[in-house]
């Protein structure tokens, strides 16, 4: 069974998660680059985007402490959880970003925040091997999707692609982390599922 604690642990993490401004200890990638000007269409898309980014990392908050709750072994719970404050940075980010080009979050971050929660307990029960197997091909589909925002991106807009990329460089290096410690490749149909999942919160959020 598991710990109380823990439960009251996630929940505080939750609350900082959508209400408190998240911290990051690098620099903002692109930080020193010129802050060049955007047409209203070109502020609008990149706004998107970078929402759809935030919300993504919301979802990753949300996912990696599920599957740390659950998580037998605990040496994988240590990666989760240090994975879990790696995506905390892309959090201040894309916040950061957001804020700065006049744009809002998602209005149901806390929708996303609680259904990847959800999954992150179910993949943790599985077993660590398909737990980290369900994180890794999770890295996976989000590089993907952030390559596609490097060329959905405005060209001009040097800032958020340099957040953009180093985004795409760090989850690589945790599918990377969750092949090395026993992650078990996922049957196809799970990752259609995953795959179709994914495309619903990515189309809601670029709107709403």
């Keep these: 069974m598991l710990n109380i604690d823990k439960f009251i642990i996630g ?26 000007d955007l047409t209203d269409d070109d502020r609008k898309e990149s706004s998107a985007l970078m929402r759809v980014n935030h919300v993504g990392e919301i979802c990753a908050q949300a996912l990696y402490q599920g599957q740390a709750l ?14 879990a404050r790696e995506e905390t940075e892309h959090l201040a980010w894309t916040e950061r970003r957001l804020t700065e080009l006049g744009g809002r979050k998602s209005l149901l ?3 996303w925040y609680g259904g990847s929660f959800a999954i992150g307990l179910v993949a943790g029960t599985l077993g660590d091997k398909w737990n980290l197997g369900f994180l890794a091909e999770t890295e996976h589909q989000v590089e993907a999707h952030l390559a596609d925002h490097l060329h959905r991106l405005p060209h001009q807009d040097l800032k958020s692609r340099a957040i953009v990329a180093q985004m795409k460089i760090d989850e690589a290096s945790h599918a990377t982390m969750a092949i090395s410690h ?26 709403v």
């Design 182 to 207: 026993g992650g078990m490749e996922l049957p196809l149909p799970v990752k259609l599922a995953m795959k179709m999942g994914s495309t619903v919160m990515t189309r809601t959020a670029y709107w």
């Design 70 to 83: 659950t998580a037998r072994n605990q040496e994988v719970q240590n990666a989760l959880t240090q994975a």
């Design 109 to 111: 971050n806390p929708f």
């Design 11 to 36: 929940f505080d993490n939750a609350l900082r998660t959508l209400m408190v401004p998240a911290q990051t200890l690098r620099s903002v990638p692109g930080k020193n680059l010129p802050e060049n």
